[in-house]
């Protein structure tokens, strides 16, 4: 396992590094814009059965993804609502966390069987400009056992992880000391299904 620090001078590399890895099927410990997570390629059924190894995570558990943009969610949901369309164009890129219907070649690994994905553009962070260089969303479960505190450095990821990844990129500390928000569209609006970093969020849909 590498661990390789990351700053404006070392950027580029650094993310050919990461992508290379992911395409591998490797697993990418790397900052968002809320805690360190834990990424592999959306669409590598090994590498997505690997990470759930590594985490310790059930399998009834689903695994949320990362995307570069809006275009990028329509290719992986069956329709976006008009008020998850809004949602999106208020606070993406940022750390809201939205749950749609999967498409039916979604691997049933992201979906934990539900037939919902959970999405989100990260805000400014290195996860942002890999989702954005990668070209292809990346799951972005946070860098921690299933249980367990979420990391905040490359250094606690390192402790709850000592061979088990293939990359860590050390950004420094995370910003936030919450997970983004997580919602849900339903006929009644939206519903909160973690509190996070984004509040309030329910009064959109009312």
Known sequence: MEVVKVSRDNMEEVLRKAIDVLQRGGVVAFPTETFYGLG???????????????????????IPLLVKDIHQVET???EIPPLARQLM???????????????????PLLTAGTGKVAVRVPGESFALELVRAAGFPITATSANPSGAPPATTAQE?????????????DGGKSLSEEPSTIVEIVQE???????GV?????????
């Open 40 to 62: 592999v390629r959306y669409d590598n059924e090994d590498a997505l059965r690997r990470l759930y190894e590594v985490k310790k995570r059930p399998m009834e558990k689903a």
């Open 76 to 78: 992986i949901v069956e």
């Open 89 to 107: 164009e208020r606070y993406w890129p940022g750390p809201l966390t939205i749950v749609l219907r999967a498409r039916p070649e979604v691997s």
């Open 157 to 169: 990821v390192l402790k709850y992880f000592t061979v088990e990844l293939d990359l860590i990129v």
């Open 189 to 195: 609006g939206v519903k909160l299904l973690r509190r």
């Open 198 to 206: 984004v509040k309030r969020i329910a009064e959109e849909g009312q």
